[in-house]
């Protein structure tokens, strides 16, 4: 079991930038892809970006390339989303999710953290 915990979003005008960080428990961290996902209100969860067990690959939805960044510090747990040039559109609840190597899908999930970006 991994639990996963959100933090890290606010208000933010257009522009601006934000770090999400997502600690995980557990002693098994590495072992997981981690993924960030979002939902916008009355839409539905869409994939943003991915990095691999080691942090040595990383994919990003085309709408977030060049302004997102995703990171991991396996020794500290936690996985990052650092969002810049943010945009209207970008707000959302952002949630992370944890998908074992064993698994096709995102097996765990997070609460969530609110992103609101005013124009």
């Known amino acids: 079991q991994v639990q996963l915990v959100e933090s890290g979003g606010g208000l933010v005008q257009a522009g601006g930038s934000l770090r999400l960080s997502c600690a995980a428990s557990?002693?098994?961290?590495?072992?997981?892809?981690m993924g960030w996902f979002r939902q916008a209100p009355g839409k539905e969860r869409e994939f943003v970006a991915r990095?691999?067990?080691?942090?040595?690959?990383?994919y990003y939805t085309d709408s977030v390339k060049g302004r997102f960044t995703i990171s991991r510090d396996n020794a500290k747990n936690t996985v990052f989303l650092q969002v810049n040039s943010l945009k209207p559109e970008d707000t959302a609840v952002y949630y992370c999710?944890?998908?074992?190597?064993?698994?096709?899908?995102?097996?765990?999930w997070g609460q969530g953290t609110h992103v609101t970006v005013s124009s």
């Open positions: 990095i691999s067990q080691n942090g040595g690959i990383t």
């Open positions: 557990g002693r098994t961290f590495s072992t997981y892809t």
């Open positions: 999710a944890a998908r074992s190597r064993y698994s096709s899908t995102y097996d765990f």
